[in-house]
């Protein structure tokens, strides 16, 4: 043992000269003296070195966020805010799928299917005969009541028609003199303003408590895709386009939750 130990201390003191010589002439320009033991706290120094480096730009940077220092409350608080902005995006990106699906059954006008009208049924709404008068219709089966809603009239009129699912009528038609203005019933945002085959001039608003309110066969529509309305602002004007239409008058729709409504369940007619 005494013997390895002696030329492993041998070797620590061993002496090694690092040299640097210009390539033309050979001129010495740097000339370093190494020595095992230099070298082990060099690198130990380097180590060190870096180290410091790193964690002083992961603890005074941006870069902080991944790094367990003082600082990290500060980051938690930030993550706090980040994950309720996410929940945030999260409910507004629901409203728009929720949206875009009442939007694409409105302007296609498909069918409802008889379970979702029977829980709406259930829910919201009296379902209308064919001979059932208006005032059968306003009946109400919910706890909700009008006075709930502050909602306007969209239009004084005749009631020609109104709300059937049987019939896949999802709204009530008002009979009204041509060009006659169109109002919103509540303060919302146009989600659409423009024309389909079977509806002409269709304006759809979107409202609070997840309510769409649809308004067709309009002569002329005043707002535009969105638009910021109040309650009671001109919107259209009473007309007789598109395919299903065989007369002046506003075809109106109201929606809730993705479901279609009677409307005679929200507005005083």
């Known amino acids: 043992?005494?013997?390895?130990?002696?030329?492993?201390?041998?070797?620590?003191?061993?002496?090694?000269?690092?040299?640097?010589?210009?390539?033309?002439?050979?001129?010495?320009?740097?000339?370093?003296?190494?020595?095992?033991?230099?070298?082990?706290?060099?690198?130990?120094?380097?180590?060190?070195?870096?180290?410091?480096f790193v964690y002083f730009l992961l603890?005074?940077?941006?870069?902080?966020?991944?790094?367990?220092?003082?600082?990290?409350?500060?980051?938690?608080?930030?993550?706090?805010?980040?994950i309720q902005k996410i929940d945030s995006l999260e409910i507004y990106l629901e409203q728009i799928k929720l949206q875009s699906e009442v939007l694409g059954s409105v302007l296609s006008g498909d069918e409802l299917s008889m379970d979702v009208a029977s829980n709406d049924i259930k829910t919201t709404q009296v379902v209308a005969t064919e001979e059932s008068k208006p005032s059968k219709i306003g009946e109400q089966n919910s706890s909700e009541t009008k006075q709930d809603y502050?909602?306007?009239?969209?239009?004084?009129?005749?009631?020609?028609?109104?709300?059937?699912?049987?019939?896949?009528?999802?709204?009530?038609?008002?009979?009204?003199?041509?060009?006659?203005?169109?109002?919103?019933?509540?303060?919302?945002?146009?989600?659409?303003?423009?024309?389909?085959?079977?509806g002409g001039h269709t304006l759809i608003l979107q409202h609070s408590n997840n309510f769409i309110s649809v308004y067709k066969h309009n002569a002329v529509l005043l707002k535009k895709t969105g638009t910021f309305v109040s309650a009671g602002d001109a919107i259209a004007l009473v007309g007789n386009t598109g395919e299903l239409s065989s007369g002046p008058h506003l075809h109106f729709e109201l929606w809730k939750n993705g479901l279609a409504v009677n409307p005679f369940s929200y507005l005083n007619f």
Not at 157 to 162: E, F, K, P
């Open 59 to 82: 603890a005074y940077t941006p870069l902080n966020y991944f790094f367990p220092t003082k600082s990290a409350k500060y980051s938690s608080q930030e993550q706090y805010r980040m």
């Open 1 to 52: 043992m005494g013997s390895f130990r002696r030329k492993i201390a041998n070797k620590f003191k061993n002496r090694y000269r690092l040299i640097l010589r210009r390539d033309d002439n050979l001129e010495e320009k740097v000339s370093i003296v190494l020595e095992p033991l230099n070298m082990v706290l060099m690198i130990c120094g380097g180590f060190l070195f870096v180290g410091l």
């Open 150 to 198: 502050s909602f306007f009239i969209p239009v004084s009129g005749v009631i020609t028609d109104s709300f059937n699912i049987q019939r896949n009528h999802l709204g009530v038609d008002i009979a009204a003199k041509s060009k006659e203005v169109i109002k919103a019933i509540q303060n919302g945002t146009v989600i659409y303003s423009g024309w389909t085959s079977k």
